[in-house]
Nanobody
Framework: QVQLVESGGGSVQPGGSLRLSCQSA????????MGWYRQTPGKQREFVAT???????NYTDSVKGRFTISRDNAKKTVDLQMNNLKPEDTAVYYC?????????????????WGQGTQVTVSS
């Protein structure tokens, strides 16, 4: 059974850092693009960062320069390093697997999702 499991969420003060990790099980990991999305109550899930099969990255404007996505195909993990966190980064963060080596629809994402991990940024 293919699944994605996130870890690393928590609560931090503004300006702090967190590192999210997503472990993939039961899938040919290296073939697919991977991404992180987030959702707040009452809003649609939004794209945060993606990384293609060949390590090309893409970020939503609000996190550029603060977040870094990376992947380790041998370990089947994709991480999101989040620095200089702001209250508006508060959300449930979801790991996502694209349906191909690149994302063809960033807004929709791929068909495989993790269960989500809460990130709260508050003083």
């Amino acid at each position: 059974q293919v699944q994605l499991v996130e870890s690393g969420g928590g609560s931090v003060q503004p300006g702090g850092s967190l590192r999210l990790s997503c472990q993939s099980a039961g899938t040919i990991f290296g073939f697919y693009a991977m991404g992180w999305y987030r959702q707040t109550p009452g809003k649609q899930r939004e794209f945060v960062a993606t990384i293609t099969f060949d390590y090309k990255t893409n970020y939503t404007d609000s996190v550029k320069g603060r977040f870094t996505i990376s992947r380790d195909n041998a370990k089947k993990t994709v991480d999101l390093q989040m620095n200089n966190l702001k209250p508006e980064d508060t959300a449930v963060y979801y790991c996502n697997r694209a349906d191909s080596p690149i994302y063809t629809n960033l807004e929709r994402g791929g068909g495989l999702w993790g269960q989500g991990t809460q990130v709260t940024v508050s003083s």
